[in-house]
């Protein structure tokens, strides 16, 4: 019998048993999936660093102008992604995969905590790059290096990676105070471009506002979401799905009869969801586990260490 009302279901035994007759599952993962590890979301509260958006300091246009400001936001990212822990949702999605060679993750996450976690890199496409990989500013130049988990990168870049008391503000992240003064020849510089006589600098491996997505992913992922056999069940964990192409995925799979399960604690992230989908208003780490669990089984998270 179909419900009455158009709400989405908020059933978590409904899920489980969807989930168990599910084949071709697709998540698209957001910020608020590493909330729980302790990383800063975006957008809403803990989204302004220094006194700038996030989103700001993320162009190629930013880095230009002000490159040392930009590196001193990416290498504290860097810092704060090292000091993470994945958390049991990443965990959970990892075991997901384990179980459902028909499950792919796209994740928006630059952290590398899903990769932390075990998720298989076959079942995980990192739609925006990875804080890990250093690569030269100069596209044309192609140099990169691949997981660089130098901490601090450098040294001119160390005020990122100062560890504080909770109580106490980080002098970096105090916008009343000056952002340290880091000459250019300073900031981490292109090898190959020194030996063929050019100064470049090396940049994050992150994809920035109005650049495309790495090669041939969006290619790989189209063909993915339009195979024959549709989308059984699409997830959309923590994100605000504000960010195109990403955000397009859910549209795309449910227009193939996908239905859609959002977990997010923000109620507004329901708008758009029919009695035929789903919304968890929790935290993706809590969550999760219980979703899988019927596939899964009970979620045992590695010793992490200290
Ligand atoms: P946002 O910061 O836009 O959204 C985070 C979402 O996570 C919000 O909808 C929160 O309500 C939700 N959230 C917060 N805590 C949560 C928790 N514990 N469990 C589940 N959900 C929670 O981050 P994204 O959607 O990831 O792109 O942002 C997308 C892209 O925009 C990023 O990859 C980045 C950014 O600008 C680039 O840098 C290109």
């Known amino acids: ?83 993470a822990k994945p958390n049991a949702g990443h965990y959970a999605l990892a075991e997901l995969a384990k179980h459902n060679k028909n499950f792919m993750c796209l994740t928006q996450n630059v952290d590398g905590l899903s990769p932390r976690a075990g998720h298989s890199p076959d079942m995980l496409r990192m739609l925006h790059g990875n804080l890990f990989d250093v690569k030269c500013f100069d596209k044309q130049c192609g140099y990169i290096e691949p997981n660089n ?27 009343k105070q000056p952002t340290p003064k880091i ?24 994809v920035w506002f109005g650049e495309a997505l790495p090669d041939g992913m969006l290619e790989e992922v189209d063909v993915w979401v339009a195979k024959e056999r549709a989308i059984d069940v699409m997830l959309v964990i923590g994100t605000a799905a504000a960010v195109y192409p990403a955000a397009g995925y859910a549209d795309a799979a449910r227009k193939r009869g996908a239905r859609i399960a ?10 758009g969801l029919t009695s035929r989908d789903f919304h968890f208003e929790a935290d993706a780490a809590e969550v999760l586990p219980k979703l899988f669990e019927g596939i899964i089984g009970k979620l045992e998270i590695p010793d992490q260490g200290k």
């Open 1 to 83: 019998m179909p419900r009455a009302y158009s709400r989405p279901s908020t059933d978590i035994a409904e899920f489980q048993k969807l989930l168990k007759h599910s084949d071709r599952v697709l998540a698209l993962c957001g910020a608020g999936l590493s909330a729980a590890s302790g990383l800063p979301t975006f957008r809403g509260a803990g989204g302004l660093w220094r006194n700038h958006s996030a989103t700001s300091l993320a162009t190629p246009e930013a880095f230009k102008d002000d490159p040392a400001l930009v590196w001193l936001f990416y290498a504290w990212r860097r810092h704060m992604a090292l000091k």
């Open 262 to 271: 959002v977990i997010n604690p923000d109620r507004s992230a329901r708008a």
């Open 183 to 206: 000459k250019r020849e300073d900031l981490p510089q292109c090898p190959d471009c020194k030996r063929s006589g050019k100064t470049s600098l090396l940049r994050p491996g992150v």
């Open 149 to 175: 988990l130098r901490d601090p990168l450098c040294p001119a870049l160390a005020p990122a990676s100062e560890d504080y008391p909770a109580d106490k503000t980080m002098p970096l992240l105090d916008p």
